[in-house]
């Protein structure tokens, strides 16, 4: 028995098709056909007429142009996923929120000269008798793209808020520099990365300042870099030398994580000597413009990354900071380029710094200016500027040192004393104060004579917020708050230090130890 064929015809087929079908003919598209399924979308329509009196959502979507070429050039054409609002759902002043519409994707096609749909360039333009308009719901594809979007977006927008929270929410602002920061997240995805920067007041006017790097992108290495910045403001109180706070922070990367490897700098200035102290592990050199406007690079005290397990020990470097200086630490991103070198990017960093000027705040915006970073720099950009301001006018009153060497016997505590009164009456210090500063002097000095060693000297800085107060010797045994037995004899100095003053500390130099105290004015 022979298996019997159903035949349908072309316009029953397209009848049935679930996209929206519309035929018109000859170059005025006058319109020979439309589907079931493009008048539920648009309503019905009139056949016989040119498609642009009829069809007006054609022009909407910038169709009717499209069809001119289709049917001129034999070529299709296509517009891609196109917002319609579907007929019957909207009326005038009805709210954008209510409306009901979709997304269709629209191909115009040459229909030939033998009735049939296809491109007709291969049999010239005179084969070509209509144009197909051919749309299909693009609806859920676009809105599932919208929707992992979205997700991208909140999922960075989480991901640089967690970079911006490990991050100092405000800098501390030291009394003798003035400093300023930025960071720009790279890249339009969510890998951000492990650039930081800190600020951290160590006291008796000392501050350090830090830049870092975690190598790689991802919250894993954000989560590094917060650890790293933790720790060293923990090290940092221990008023290390630079060079050993980046060997227990090289150490601590390693039991972080062994496969994430940082960079970073940590440097001290102290301005009582005048003298900016820094370390290098891995990272760019910073850059340094002298108050003769020279600029050059801190690049003589290199170590290895952070979690290279420390084979190769940091060295410390020193640099004389004077009024007017101005420090810059940065991160790769604002100085390295795909296919360049990357000491050009520093070369090109530092010309930028040479004619920067203003307050630090101007010189970071100007060097971001200048770096030109791409629209969509793939690395993160972190940025530290200092400046060491001269003191002129009634600033430079405000700003002074004394210092006294304690030579001598049983005398110097009484000369200390007395030289401190007249210093600070000098300065215009208010008497209570006054008293206090004669008070911790005497307490201090008696330690060193007691448990240090010759030389010692002692030291005196007003800055226009603070008291600083040191006495240094040459022994290396550093005094601890403790509480004193009724019985001692010794043991209440640091205590009594401790009571008077705002804060107080003491730190290892080369030579011995440095005890101080600070008061605020």
Not at 8 to 15: D, N, T, Y
Not at 73 to 94: F, K, S
Not at 196 to 220: C, E, H, N, P, S
Not at 293 to 302: C, E, P, Q, T
Request: overall charge negative; hydrophobic content about 40%; glycine content about 10%.
């Amino acid at each position: 028995m022979q298996d019997r064929i159903d035949t349908f015809s072309l316009r029953e087929v397209l009848a049935h098709a679930p996209a929206l079908i519309a035929v018109t003919r000859g170059p005025a598209h006058e319109l020979a056909y439309v589907n079931q399924a493009y008048r539920d979308v648009f309503g019905p329509r009139r056949l016989g007429v040119p498609a642009r009196d009829i069809l007006p959502e054609l022009a909407d979507h910038g169709l009717l142009p499209l069809m001119d070429q289709v049917y001129r050039t034999g070529r299709g054409r296509t517009v891609r996923a196109r917002r319609v609002d579907h007929h019957g759902t909207a009326y005038p002043g009805m709210p954008e929120s209510e409306r009901q519409h979709g997304y269709f994707t629209f191909v115009c096609t040459p229909v030939c000269a033998d009735g049939t749909p296809g491109d007709a360039a291969v049999r010239g333009r005179a084969g070509v008798r209509g144009v197909l308009v051919f749309a299909v719901d693009v609806t859920d594809q676009v809105q599932a793209t919208d929707r992992l979007r979205e997700s991208e977006r909140r999922h960075r927008q989480a991901a640089v808020t967690l970079q911006r929270s490990l991050l100092p929410q405000q800098l501390e602002h030291p009394d003798d520099l003035r400093v300023s920061a930025r960071y720009l997240p790279g890249g339009a995805d969510a890998a951000v990365g492990g650039d930081w920067y800190d600020v951290i007041t160590l006291g008796a006017g000392r501050t350090a300042l830090v830049i870092g790097d975690v190598m790689g992108r991802g919250v894993r290495a954000a989560a590094v870099m917060g650890q790293l910045r933790t720790a060293v403001r923990a090290y940092a109180r221990l008023d290390l030398p630079p060079h050993e706070v980046l060997q227990l922070l090289d150490g601590l990367a390693m039991e972080i994580d062994a496969t994430q490897i940082a960079t970073c700098v940590y440097a001290v200035h102290d301005p009582s000597e005048g003298v900016l102290t820094y370390s290098t592990a891995g990272h760019l050199p910073p850059l340094v413009r002298d108050p003769a406007g020279d600029v050059h690079r801190l690049d003589d005290a290199l170590g290895p990354p952070l979690g290279t397990g420390g084979s190769w020990p940091h060295t410390s470097g020193s640099l004389p900071l004077e009024p007017g200086s101005t420090v810059v630490f940065y991160t790769d991103g604002l100085v390295e380029r795909r296919g360049e070198d990357i000491d050009r990017g520093i070369d090109d960093l530092a010309a930028a710094l040479d004619g920067a000027a203003g307050p630090p705040d101007a010189v970071r915006d100007r060097l971001i200016e200048h770096m030109r970073l791409p629209v969509e720099h793939d690395d993160d950009v972190a940025l530290l500027v200092l400046h060491l301001p001269r003191h002129e006018g009634r600033a430079a009153t405000l700003f002074r040192t004394a210092s006294l060497d304690l030579l001598g016997g049983n005398e110097v505590a009484a000369r200390a004393r007395a030289f401190t009164s007249g210093v600070l009456a000098s300065w215009q210090v208010g008497e209570e104060l006054r008293e206090s500063g004669v008070l911790a002097v005497s307490e201090f000095v008696a330690n060193a004579l007691t448990h240090g060693a010759a030389p010692m000297r002692l030291r005196l800085r007003r800055t226009d917020r603070r008291l600083i107060v040191e006495v240094s010797d040459a022994d290396d045994h550093v005094p601890r708050h403790r509480r004193a037995s009724a019985d001692d004899e010794n043991g209440r100095g640091v205590a009594i230090v401790a009571s008077i003053a705002s804060s107080w500390g003491s730190r290892l130099t080369a030579t011995g130890k440095t005890v101080w105290c600070e008061f605020l004015l």
